[in-house]
């Protein structure tokens, strides 16, 4: 999807919609729990147990504080917003709950779903990175347009992009608050397995990020001076460099859709505007 009206109107319209579409007391009727279908669209993945109890036993006591908001169908009532409130009600065994009936259109559940799970900061690491980059890839902006977007600076949208690059394993342990994203993001780099064996130390051992950055220097250190033990040879040869494979570099750096050119021994790298340099230069920012 191109740019068109621009990402930043249509958050505005969702965001309008979202705040008409909740009055404190008006509209809101009771269905049945059974009859709710899941937002497909719903960015968040995981959700915290133990809150979710928590939740469920505060609903028993004070009630639903906040009703959910669904959009009517054929096969019943599919879930806008508040899927916490949804199944913190089936762990009461709530068998109805209160809800506001939107007339919200399917093409903007997604952008709905994103915006309140950011605004009220309920995503995991994790799940915010995938919502980011669904939003890049299909809206075609930069880094830098997103972030004027969601009032982020570019630096948070990079470094969140960028633990999309850890492992499965570090991954789901950041998303189980298992290491926390200071952590993680110490750990981008790394080889799959070294990855385990410090996520499973900074889990068993309580280590801090400064001890994790340590740790990783020294991981690094030795695998900078590893190299291959070789006999002694007789007589010292001359080194001979081989000559740079300027095609390979230029594949290189076509992987990150930057064109570039050969000019004697010299590669030039071409950008259309500052927007692209810095998209580009974004990929290798740590902080």
Do not use: C, W
Not at 114 to 139: G, M, T, V, W
Not at 200 to 209: A, E, H, N, R
Not at 231 to 246: A, F, G, R
């Amino acid at each position: 999807m191109a740019l068109g009206r621009g990402l930043g109107e249509i958050f505005d319209e969702v965001t309008q919609a979202y705040e008409e579409e909740i009055p404190s007391s008006m509209g809101v009727v009771d269905i049945e729990i059974d009859a709710i279908i899941a937002n497909p669209y719903q960015p968040r993945k995981s959700f915290d147990e133990q809150s979710l109890l928590e939740l469920s036993q505060s609903i028993k006591r004070h009630g639903l504080l906040q009703p959910i908001v669904v959009t009517e169908g054929i096969d019943g009532y599919t879930l806008i917003s508040g899927e916490r409130r949804l199944r913190a009600h089936k762990i009461a065994n709530i068998p109805t709950i209160q809800a506001i009936i939107s007339d919200i259109p399917i093409n903007k559940f997604r952008e709905l779903a994103i915006i309140e799970n950011i605004q009220r900061e309920e995503l995991s690491p994790i799940d915010l990175a995938i919502s980011y980059k669904e939003l890049i890839d299909e809206h075609g902006i930069t880094h830098d347009q997103l972030a004027s977007t969601l009032h982020k600076s570019r630096a948070q949208i990079t470094n969140t992009l960028r633990l999309l690059q850890l492992s499965p394993y570090t991954k789901e342990a950041l998303s189980n608050e298992k290491i926390s994203q200071g952590h993680a993001k110490v750990l981008i780099g790394l080889e799959e397995t070294e990855q385990k064996k410090m996520v499973d130390s900074i889990s068993g051992q309580k280590l801090s990020v400064r001890d994790t950055e340590e740790s990783v220097r020294d991981i690094k250190n030795i695998q900078k001076n590893e190299k291959p033990l070789k006999s002694k040879p007789n007589k010292v040869e001359p080194i001979q460099k081989e000559p740079l494979d300027y095609y390979k570099i230029q594949e290189f750096f076509a992987l990150f859709g930057v064109t570039s050119s050969v000019r004697g021994d010299k590669i030039e790298l071409s950008f259309k505007n500052n927007d692209e340099i810095n998209q580009f230069l974004g990929q290798f920012e740590i902080d």
